[in-house]
């Protein structure tokens, strides 16, 4: 991730606050707290509420949010005090997105392949309600609307704060912002809904992505863990949390393998990454993303040649040296990494540079 996003609070967490409730004072009270009623939710008016007016209103989303509460709460009361202890660790370590991430002591992430080992019926459960929590047609009913707010105006005050006009994931597509009134990029569950339950809401796990980094390369990858390997199993790994508070800076060096950048192939091309005090994450972002494809094929583009044709224009119509064009585009890449994308631009010539690329560009008369 060349960047991460700040977090931005906003009325629609309500929900994951509903969320939450609905787990720790509802489901894990079940054992002791009798037949299910929504005087459970007694406690929490405005959640009531909502409760009620899906109850009375018949509207197909409200019936089965409704009907799934119950269904759970039902197994939940079914379960010995150790599994609900359980359920409740696998809870709060499923939205403590940033420790999930940075892999630390005491992060005990469930998916549902592993709760269904011992409640395969109750995973189904959990599955049917968690997957369907994020729904245009569930968020958008009235009764709830009104409590948490419009999804869309979350972006909008998302992209006011976080206005690049760049993808994080990637740094190379653009992202919808303020002045695109009716359309806005897709959130990625970062841990992706279809493995894990409990987070789906959780806006600590939702982050807009170009098109590009969520629906072709990232999908259902998982950042948590590498790839199923047969001969190593599931092995945990980090990755960058999106709203790190934190920054860090991408190294990136390029090695060609031939001085005519002029035809180079994706094969002609090696990437280095750095700093080294985040290379798991740096691993994990490579993998996730296909970054090391993606700005491969961005090398052997149009882009990357008019990068070059640059150098030249530079010395040919304003009499500037390579290498003096070259500390320019440094200065451009520190200012603002994305923009134009800089970063990989200001790669891409250094190698050039280091090719010797410059010095056959300053010998032409």
């Not at 299910?36 to 209103?57: Q, W």
């Not at 509460?69 to 202890?85: N, T």
């Not at 890449?333 to 970063?343: D, I, R, T």
Request: charged residues 25%.
């Amino acid at each position: 991730m060349l960047f991460p996003y700040t977090y931005v609070p906003h009325q629609i967490e309500r929900m994951h606050r509903f969320i939450n409730f609905t787990f720790y004072q509802v489901w894990c009270r079940a054992p002791k707290a009798g037949p299910y009623s929504l005087s459970l939710f007694d406690a929490n008016p405005p959640l009531k509420e909502v409760m009620e007016s899906f109850a009375y209103s018949h509207r197909k989303q409200g019936d089965l949010f409704s009907s799934r509460i119950q269904a759970i709460y039902e197994d939940f009361a079914k379960l010995p005090r150790a599994e609900i202890v359980q359920f409740k660790r696998w809870y709060q370590s499923n939205n403590d997105i940033e420790q999930a991430c940075g892999n630390g002591a005491g992060s005990s992430l469930a998916r549902y392949a592993e709760i269904e080992v011992d409640h395969p019926e109750l995973s189904g459960l959990l599955k049917s309600f968690f997957k369907n929590l994020y729904s245009a047609d569930l968020l958008g009913l009235k009764g709830l609307r009104e409590k948490i707010g419009d999804i869309d105006d979350h972006y909008h005050a998302f992209m006011e704060v976080n206005n690049t006009g760049k993808c994080p994931f990637c740094g190379i597509s653009d992202m919808l912002g303020v002045f695109h009134k009716k359309k806005r990029e897709a959130y990625d569950h970062y841990l992706p809904k279809a493995l894990y339950p409990f987070n789906t809401i959780n806006f600590r796990n939702l982050a807009p992505a170009c098109h590009h980094c969520n629906s072709n390369y990232k999908t259902t990858k998982d950042p948590a863990f590498v790839p199923k390997d047969p001969a190593r199993g599931l092995n945990r790994r980090k990755a960058f949390y999106p709203y790190a508070t934190a920054g860090h800076t991408i190294e990136i060096a390029i090695d060609f393998s031939t001085p005519d950048v002029d035809r180079l192939t994706p094969a002609d091309i090696q990437f280095a990454f750095g700093p080294a005090t985040v290379h798991e994450e740096i691993e994990t972002w490579r993998e996730v993303y296909s970054i090391d494809e993606r700005y491969k094929a961005k090398c052997c583009s149009g882009d990357a040649k008019d990068w070059l044709e640059q150098v030249r224009i530079m010395r040919d119509t304003h009499g500037i040296d390579p290498a003096a064009w070259l500390a320019s585009v440094q200065q451009q890449a520190e200012k603002s990494l994305v923009a134009n994308s800089n970063f990989l631009k200001k790669a891409f010539l250094e190698s050039c540079e280091k090719a010797g690329i410059f010095d056959a560009i300053s010998e032409v008369t």
